[in-house]
């Protein structure tokens, strides 16, 4: 019997099965017994708790330390008593003791980032159209994931708490079929009736049909057209797809080199049988090009309008009647540039990709380029860095992780606890892990490539993958600041002020001609182009926006900055924050919140809009700004003393109750409110109280509600959140005290 063990190698983190021989006796079997028992109690309760705890993790770290030295076992935060001091210090203690022990040696913070229902289908097909076997072991797991998360209905959701749609559910069964489960499988039954009730998969979204035509269970004439000929106009026109927002156009990529070559993996009787499945009458019976354009009502949350359909006539004319000499070559010199820009991508990411979906396209587009080549075989090895093993199953990530973006926030909150002394192993680990993170040098070919600059910058999770991002560059920096302007040395090596300038002319080059900060690049169209959005079920994607929480990040960094150096660039940092902060205050809401566009949701836009006004000096006296987001936040306040919404909030624009305190909302609040240091001391008690209360013994926070979003519409997780913010807002909470404002 072997064991599951988490792997890491600089960042890089992977499940992989070993013997467990180096174990004391009986461990082997107690820590498979444990893993058993977890999988046994989430799927009891999965429809009812649809987040895993990550509970293998913590397993592991209990019982085959990654770097622990153990954890107290006492209990804290059982009075209702108001929290003084020693109750703040005890849990802030237990709860840094317990994230300590999940540190791996390298330093990040290791953990789930799941939740998307899309992305493993993807990967599951991309290995079946290859003929790369994940391995019994990964196929399990993975069943067992699926199993999991299915609705009762039958049905699949775009994410694991989603309704269910037609994108989760065909492309979930799908990979069910191919992972080895029986077409008369009891849940592999409920999904394909969910799917004949809801019209088959003709009416399934476009991300999902391309998906279906690589598989040979679909036909790309049911389309609208993905031509790779748009890679190769001239970029000054509008709707070049360099101008898209990243994540947009590295996805259609990969996309348009498998419409472009009509890609379709080998039709075996499996591909057959699920083809005769899916649709409501006879694969061959099918008019499909009367299906173009169509979507289940269920998954549009983006409306197409009218322009967007005439222009896909447009191009569909193009794809299929125009005629004229030199279009097939045309055709193929487009298929080259595309697959040269792949190509591109993977090594400049070591194979890791933008994100999932891309790995999984460009690995497939690569192995129909030549499927003998060094660089596809090259892929393989790297779709271990996306798969995550917890209690409901394995999974496919996000992203690589999040270890950058954990660890940065983790090194904050306990830095700004004021108790820093007492983890300065935690620290200096975290530390080396900044300087290992950085990236050193820019992306050949540049803008050749449609990337922009990125040396000095931190990613959201390793080196390896080095995707430049405004707010991860300022939370890395404000991080590595945080640590090295400790009264105490708490690092092996300094960064020195020359890479932290780096990181500063990075954040200033990502600063739009509005004030605000966007993601991985400035913007480069018009927001128009949303018109043109192909994507039922994703809304703002096409161009990069400013963002409430990537202005803030970054103005906050170039003001910790401006205390390391003041005179480098002082007047373009100086007019940089004031033009931050002004587009910052544009974005806030009447209600005095801001909304939350990688979180759930106001509560965490709101936490970044008070961090940058307070940053910048603005005070509950001076700024109408900082009072009105303090009340918005104290109008959510229950009785409980705790906050709390859900992911409707993301997808509504509206604030949306969750039925139960969140304990990572509440952490958001009671932080915002006292980093702009709220007088009333009652509604921050409760709080603080509230988030002692809800602490195990063992030092961890429950996992409750997914907290994580992307594009309004999927939701993600972060395991971290539920340790990391609470330590923080407890620590700034613990400063307000030890300060004199409130008494013991």
């Known amino acids: 019997m072997g064991i599951w063990r988490l792997k890491c190698d600089n960042g890089r983190q992977w499940w992989d099965l070993d013997d467990g021989s180096e174990l004391a006796p009986g461990l082997l079997e107690k820590v498979n017994e444990e893993f058993d028992q977890a999988r046994v109690d989430f799927a009891e309760n999965r429809h009812e708790q649809k987040h895993s705890s990550d509970r293998f993790l913590r397993i592991l770290a209990k019982h085959v330390p990654f770097l622990s030295?153990?954890?107290?076992?006492?209990?804290?935060?059982?009075?209702?008593?108001?929290?003084?001091?020693?109750?703040?210090?005890?849990?802030?203690?237990?709860?840094?003791?317990?994230?300590?022990?999940?540190?791996?040696?390298?330093?990040?913070?290791?953990?789930?980032?799941?939740?998307p229902m899309f992305l493993l289908p993807g990967l599951v097909i991309a290995c079946y159209v290859t003929g790369t076997d994940l391995g019994e072991h990964r196929r399990k797991e993975m069943i067992r994931y699926l199993r999991n998360h299915r609705n009762e209905d039958g049905g699949f959701g775009l994410h694991i708490e989603c309704e269910s749609t037609m994108k989760g559910t065909v492309m979930n069964y799908i990979a069910m079929r191919l992972l080895g489960v029986e077409s008369d499988d009891p849940d592999a039954s409920a999904s394909r009736k969910w799917i004949h009730d809801h019209g088959g998969a003709l009416l399934a979204p476009s991300w999902?049909?391309?998906?279906?035509?690589?598989?040979?269970?679909?036909?790309?004439?049911?389309?609208?057209?993905?031509?790779?000929?748009?890679?190769?106009?001239?970029?000054?026109?509008?709707?070049h797809p360099g101008r898209f927002w990243c994540h947009c156009r590295i996805v259609y990529l990969p996309q348009s080199y498998l419409y472009g070559s009509r890609a379709v993996g080998p039709i075996t009787d499996l591909?057959?049988?699920?083809?005769?499945?899916?649709?409501?009458?006879?694969?061959?019976?099918?008019?499909?090009?009367?299906?173009?354009?169509?979507?289940?009502?269920?998954?549009?949350?983006?409306?197409?309008?009218?322009?967007?359909?005439?222009?896909?006539?447009?191009?569909?004319?193009?794809?299929?009647?125009?005629q004229f000499p030199g279009k097939q070559r045309i055709r193929q010199g487009a298929l080259n540039e595309v697959i040269k820009l792949i190509k591109h991508?993977?090594?400049?990411?070591?194979?890791?990709?933008?994100?999932?979906?891309?790995?999984?396209?460009?690995?497939?587009?690569?192995?129909?380029?030549?499927?003998?080549?060094?660089?596809?075989?090259?892929?393989?090895?790297?779709?271990?860095?996306?798969?995550?093993?917890?209690?409901?199953?394995?999974?496919?990530?996000?992203?690589?992780?999040?270890?950058?973006?954990d660890t940065a926030f983790a090194a904050q909150a306990i830095v700004q606890s004021g108790m820093a002394e007492e983890f300065k192993t935690f620290l200096k680990r975290a530390h080396h892990f900044f300087d290992i993170s950085q990236v050193r040098?820019?992306?050949?070919?540049?803008?050749?490539?449609?990337?922009?600059?990125?040396?000095?910058?931190?990613?959201?999770?390793?080196?390896?993958?080095?995707?430049?991002?405004?707010?991860?560059?300022?939370?890395?920096?404000?991080?590595?600041?945080?640590?090295?302007?400790?009264?105490?040395?708490?690092?092996?090596?300094?960064?020195?002020?020359?890479?932290?300038?780096?990181?500063?002319?990075?954040?200033?080059?990502?600063?739009?001609?509005?004030?605000?900060?966007?993601?991985?690049?400035?913007?480069?169209?018009?927001?128009?182009?949303?018109?043109?959005?192909?994507?039922?079920?994703?809304?703002?994607?096409?161009?990069?926006?400013?963002?409430?929480?990537?202005?803030?990040?970054?103005?906050?960094?170039?003001?910790?900055?401006?205390?390391?150096?003041?005179?480098?660039?002082?007047?373009?940092?100086?007019?940089?924050?004031?033009?931050?902060?002004?587009?910052?205050?544009?974005?806030q809401r009447e209600d005095g919140s801001w909304y939350g566009n990688w979180g759930v949701c106001f509560t965490y836009g709101t936490w970044f809009g008070v961090e940058a006004l307070v940053a910048v000096g603005e005070t509950l006296d001076s700024s109408s700004e900082l009072r009105n987001a303090c009340n918005f936040l104290l109008s959510k306040l229950r009785d409980d003393g705790g906050v709390g919404e859900n992911y409707l909030s993301c997808v509504n624009c509206e604030w949306n109750d969750s039925e139960e305190s969140q304990i990572v909302n509440t952490a958001w609040a009671l932080l915002s409110l006292c980093k702009a240091g709220w007088r009333d001391q009652e509604p921050l008690e409760r709080m603080a109280q509230f988030l002692i209360r809800s602490q195990e013994s063992s030092g961890d926070w429950p996992q409750q509600l997914i907290s994580g979003v992307f594009n309004k519409t999927c939701m993600i997780t972060y395991a971290a959140y539920r340790l990391v913010f609470p330590i923080w807002a407890l620590g700034c909470y613990r400063m307000r005290i030890v300060s004199g404002h409130f008494g013991n």
């Open 69 to 115: 030295d153990g954890n107290s076992e006492e209990e804290v935060g059982a009075s209702d008593a108001l929290p003084n001091k020693t109750h703040v210090d005890e849990t802030i203690r237990k709860g840094a003791n317990y994230l300590s022990s999940l540190q791996m040696q390298d330093g990040h913070i290791p953990g789930d980032y799941g939740g």
């Open 208 to 239: 999902a049909k391309l998906w279906l035509c690589v598989l040979g269970v679909h036909e790309y004439d049911a389309l609208n057209p993905v031509p790779p000929e748009n890679w190769i106009l001239p970029y000054w026109i509008p709707i």
């Open 271 to 322: 591909v057959n049988e699920i083809r005769s499945e899916i649709y409501l009458e006879a694969y061959e019976d099918i008019d499909w090009p009367a299906s173009r354009g169509k979507c289940c009502p269920v998954d549009e949350y983006f409306h197409r309008p009218k322009v967007q359909s005439l222009f896909w006539d447009a191009v569909y004319w193009y794809e299929h009647s125009l």
């Open 345 to 405: 991508e993977d090594v400049n990411t070591d194979w890791i990709c933008i994100g999932p979906v891309n790995k999984a396209l460009n690995m497939v587009a690569c192995w129909f380029h030549d499927p003998d080549s060094e660089h596809f075989k090259n892929h393989l090895p790297r779709l271990l860095d996306y798969l995550w093993l917890a209690e409901d199953g394995m999974k496919m990530q996000g992203y690589n992780g999040s270890q950058l973006w």
């Open 441 to 587: 040098e820019d992306t050949p070919g540049g803008m050749r490539y449609y990337r922009h600059i990125s040396k000095g910058a931190w990613p959201f999770s390793t080196r390896d993958h080095g995707w430049p991002i405004s707010d991860c560059s300022s939370e890395g920096m404000k991080g590595s600041l945080a640590v090295q302007t400790l009264p105490f040395k708490c690092y092996d090596n300094k960064i020195s002020t020359e890479r932290f300038q780096d990181c500063v002319n990075v954040s200033l080059s990502f600063q739009n001609p509005t004030g605000g900060w966007a993601t991985y690049e400035l913007r480069r169209g018009g927001a128009w182009l949303e018109l043109l959005n192909p994507s039922e079920v994703f809304s703002d994607i096409m161009v990069d926006y400013d963002y409430v929480e990537c202005s803030s990040s970054s103005v906050v960094a170039l003001k910790e900055f401006q205390k390391l150096d003041p005179g480098h660039r002082k007047v373009e940092i100086s007019t940089a924050i004031a033009k931050g902060i002004k587009r910052i205050k544009e974005l």
